[in-house]
């Protein structure tokens, strides 16, 4: 079901994103905006677009959400293999989406000390 799911939200990200996406979205505003002096601009033809456009971005949060989650953790991943390859790497550098903010402030303050010292 996880699997599933997550090659789910990687097909409706990619369609989402894609110029065929964008050209949907754009259509479907297009005929809505079209079609309000046949309604009338009535509260209904309003709600329409309100209520469709909040549903769609409603879902579509969680989609896009998933395959960014799935990407980040493959990309730590790499580039904690890519720590433990180099010889002098710093390998407790490895974990530091785990760390709180203010480690990550005081490890960015030791960074920034570093390269003072180079320049």
């Not at 799911?5 to 964008?22: E, K, N, T």
């Not at 050209?23 to 709600?47: E, K, N, R, T």
């Amino acid at each position: 079901m996880h699997e599933a799911f997550r090659r789910l939200c990687c097909r409706v990200s990619d369609a989402i994103g894609s110029p065929w996406g964008f050209v949907i979205a754009f259509a479907s505003v297009l005929v809505w905006a079209i079609s309000g002096p046949i309604f009338h601009y009535s509260d209904g033809w309003q709600l329409a677009i309100n209520t469709s456009t909040t549903i769609v971005t409603f879902l579509v949060v969680f989609l896009i959400q998933n395959s960014q989650n799935h990407d980040t953790r493959a990309i730590h991943l790499k580039l904690d293999e890519l720590l433990r390859a180099v010889d002098n790497a710093r390998t407790n550098l490895v974990d530091l989406e785990d760390l709180t903010d203010a480690q990550l402030k005081q490890l960015q303050q030791e960074f920034s000390r570093m390269r003072q010292e180079v320049q």
